[in-house]
Nanobody, 122 residues
Framework: QVQLVESGGGLVQAGGSLRLSCVAS????????MGWFRQAPGQERELVAA????????VYADSVKGRFTISRDNAENAVFLQMNTLNPEDTAVYYC???????????????WGQGTQVTVSS
């Protein structure tokens, strides 16, 4: 059974930082894309950042460019999201995704984590 377990969410003040981690088990994603999505109340789930299998391709939502950095460690079967200069608009549940691919854009895979809450206070 494939599981993606996220950690690192929490409450932070505006301007602060958080680092999200997602560790996969039950299957290796070393040759697949991985990404982070987020969903705020009343809004659709949106792509935040994605990375290809070797880190050679990284894409970001315009709203997080220059503030967030996605990375991965294939030895750990993990993907990370470093979030700096957070603002209240970043408040959402963040979901890890695995098994994706890139073809002009990131196409999400079928595997999702349970989500981790990020709350940024003003």
């Amino acid at each position: 059974q494939v599981q993606l377990v996220e950690s690192g969410g929490g409450l932070v003040q505006a301007g602060g930082s958080l680092r999200l981690s997602c560790v996969a088990s039950g299957r290796t994603f070393n040759m697949d894309g991985m990404g982070w999505f987020r969903q705020a109340p009343g809004q659709e789930r949106e792509l935040v950042a994605a990375i290809n299998w070797n880190g050679g391709i990284r894409v970001y939502a315009d709203s997080v460019k220059g503030r967030f950095t996605i990375s991965r460690d294939n030895a750990e079967n993990a993907v990370f999201l470093q979030m700096n200069t957070l603002n209240p608009e970043d408040t959402a549940v963040y979901y890890c995704n695995a098994g994706g691919r890139f073809s002009g854009r990131y196409h999400h895979g079928d595997y999702w984590g349970q989500g981790t809450q990020v709350t940024v206070s003003s």
